[in-house]
């Protein structure tokens, strides 16, 4: 079984940036799509932002212009590059294969085992 292993979270203050990292066990890594999930205190999880085997690329409204996905197959890795943070983004991030749709909201998981995924506090 493959394992994705979420890193990179912590405590900013709002206006700040990180950049999350997720990394894959096993290949083939290259052909298969990623998506950045977070869930929030109270929250669903929602996906905020997936990127397919070509590279291409979606996000949920609330961070498009802020954050950026993007992959490097030959580290088995997938980022999120997440600038000008908000409280809001406040949540536990996630990463997971999904079966992509460039339409955000028709990107869905593929499997329902999730990792122990990365805090990000945002402080005000």
């Known amino acids: 079984q493959v394992h994705l292993v979420e890193s990179g979270g912590g405590l900013v203050q709002a206006g700040e940036s990180l950049t999350l990292s997720c990394t894959a066990s096993l290949g083939p890594f290259s052909i298969n799509a990623l998506g950045w999930f977070r869930r929030a205190p109270g929250n669903q999880r929602e996906l905020a932002a997936a990127i397919s085997s070509s590279g291409r690329t979606n996000y949920a409204p609330s961070v498009k212009g802020r954050f950026t996905i993007s992959r490097d197959n030959a580290k088995n890795t997938v980022y999120l590059q997440m600038n000008s943070l908000r409280p809001e983004d406040t949540a536990v991030y996630y990463c997971?294969?999904?079966?992509?749709?460039?339409?955000?909201?028709?990107?869905?998981?593929?499997?329902?085992?999730w990792g122990q995924g990365t805090q990000v506090t945002v402080s005000s």
């Open positions: 997971n294969w999904v079966k992509y749709s460039d339409d955000n909201l028709r990107t869905q998981p593929l499997y329902d085992n």
